[in-house]
C-alpha cells in the first residue's frame, strides 16, 4: 500500500470533490482521506489502483481544471474585459469538443512512479505544453472570429448609413430565399438574378447599388438564413420586410 496526493495553491476549487467525482468513473475503488479542499490524499492498494489513480488525475487536469488555464491565457490577450468574457466561454466549449488526452495519463503514471504529490498547476504548466497549444489555438480562433464579426459589423453600419442618404433608383425588388439556400433577385420590372448560396455578399453589394424604395424579402431557407436576414434589416432598415 502506497499513498499519493495532488494538491494545488493556486487553483480556487475544492479538489478532492472533483477528484472523487472523477474517480467515482472508474472502476476500481479509491477512498479519498479527509483532508482540505486544496489537497486530496488516497492509499493504493496495487498497480491496478495506481492507473485508476492517474485515470482520474487525467479527466481532473484535463477537463475540470483546463478552464483555469483557459481564463489564464484569455486574460493576457489585448482585449477589453466585455471582449474576454465573450471568448472564454466559447474558447472552453471548443475545447471540450476534443477528445484528445494529450498523453497526460502517461506522463502522470511516469511522475507518481517517483513521487508521492503532484502540484496540479505545475504539472499542468510545464508537463502539459501540447495540451496548453491546443487551448491556445483555440482561443486563437475564437478570438480571431469576434475581431472578424465587429469589423463586418462596422462595415454593415456604414452601408446603413451609406444607403440611407442614397435616393431610391428603384421603386421594389424582391428577394426569395429558397430552400437549398440560393437566391433570386426580381426587380419590378420582371428582371430575375439568381444567386448560389455562397453568394450573400454578392446579393448585398447589387442591392447596395440599386437602392430600391422598397425590399420584400421571402425566407423559404426553414431559418438557415436568419443571419443574413438581420444583416438585410441593419443595412436597408425602414426599406425591408420579411416574410418567413
Given at each position: ?24 468513473q472508474t472502476q476500481c475503488r479509491i477512498e479519498l482521506s ?211
Amino acid at each position: 500500500m502506497f499513498v499519493r496526493s495532488v494538491s494545488t495553491q493556486e487553483y480556487d476549487v475544492d479538489i478532492r470533490r472533483l477528484l472523487e467525482r472523477r474517480l467515482n468513473q472508474t472502476q476500481c475503488r479509491i477512498e479519498l482521506s479527509a483532508g482540505e479542499k486544496n489537497i486530496a490524499r488516497a492509499e493504493l492498494v496495487d498497480e491496478k489502483a495506481l492507473d485508476a489513480w492517474c485515470s482520474a488525475v487525467a479527466e481532473l487536469l484535463v477537463r475540470d481544471l483546463s478552464h483555469f488555464e483557459l481564463a489564464r491565457l484569455v486574460n493576457e490577450l489585448p482585449l477589453s474585459l466585455p471582449e474576454k468574457q465573450q471568448v472564454l466561454p466559447e474558447a472552453i466549449k471548443n475545447s471540450r469538443s476534443s477528445e484528445q488526452r494529450f498523453g497526460v495519463k502517461r506522463a502522470l503514471l511516469n511522475h507518481f512512479a517517483d513521487h508521492e504529490n503532484l502540484v496540479l498547476e505545475g504539472f499542468m504548466r510545464f508537463r502539459m505544453q501540447d495540451a496548453l497549444s491546443f487551448w491556445a489555438l483555440c482561443i486563437d480562433r475564437v478570438a480571431e472570429e469576434m475581431q472578424l464579426e465587429k469589423e463586418y459589423s462596422e462595415l454593415m453600419r456604414i452601408l446603413g448609413a451609406f444607403v440611407e442618404l442614397q435616393p431610391p433608383r428603384i421603386k421594389e425588388v424582391s428577394l426569395c430565399v429558397n430552400p437549398d439556400g440560393s437566391y433570386t433577385l426580381t426587380d419590378d420590372a420582371d428582371v430575375r438574378i439568381d444567386y448560389e448560396a455562397r453568394a450573400r455578399d454578392g446579393v448585398i453589394d447589387v442591392l447596395v447599388g440599386l437602392a430600391p424604395e422598397r425590399i420584400t424579402v421571402y425566407d423559404l431557407s426553414g431559418g438557415k438564413n436568419d443571419r443574413f436576414n438581420e444583416t438585410l434589416s441593419k443595412v436597408f432598415a425602414g426599406r425591408i420586410k420579411i416574410y418567413r
